[in-house]
């Protein structure tokens, strides 16, 4: 199977939420033995932290679950909205950057929500920005991820087969 399908996770800074959804999502897809035909990547819609590895607070929180996160921070461009089959948000203010960022109605359909993949968390209509906040912060962000992403990847599956 070709590289094929690409999906692309964004937030703010690109340091915290969207890393680390990249990683999460790299993980769910190896187990299925399906890393040959998704490709991954983040960015986030302030570029502040262009460069920069993902904050120390989340990337000690992912590899006590065991995903490393080498991602280098970068802002989204409009080259993206061409190159994805989707672009995943955190919150609802990512989804009013990125959308206001969409070049074109069909790049404008490549946007999702992450709680649209959510099976658990009911009372949570978003992913909350950890930055600001302690471990337990960093830890929910981390759970929201997995109940997301093996959700997303179900989602695309049938994609997949036909790429
Ligand atoms: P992220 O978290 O959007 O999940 O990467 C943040 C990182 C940095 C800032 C805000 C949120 N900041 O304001 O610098």
Known sequence: MKKSYKLLFVCLGNICRSPAAEGMM??????????DCVEIDSA?????????LPDPRMRSA?????????HRA????EEDFYDFDRIIVMDDMN????????PTRETDNKIF???????R????????????EGHEGFELVLDML????????????PDLQRA
């Not at 897809?29 to 890393?35: S, T």
């Not at 970068?74 to 461009?77: A, L, P, Q, S, Y």
């Not at 989804?95 to 969409?102: T, W």
């Open 26 to 35: 790299r993980r769910v897809v190896e187990r299925e033995g399906l890393a």
């Open 44 to 52: 986030g819609t302030y570029g502040g932290h262009r460069g920069q």
């Open 62 to 70: 992912a590899a006590n679950r065991g995903l490393q996160l080498t």
């Open 74 to 77: 970068r802002k989204i461009t």
């Open 95 to 102: 989804y009013e950057n990125v959308f206001r960022l969409s």
């Open 113 to 119: 929500r992450m709680r649209e993949f959510f099976t």
């Open 121 to 132: 968390f009911p009372e949570w209509s978003y992913v909350p920005d950890p930055y600001y």
């Open 146 to 157: 997995e109940d997301g992403c093996a959700t997303l990847l179900q989602e695309i599956k």
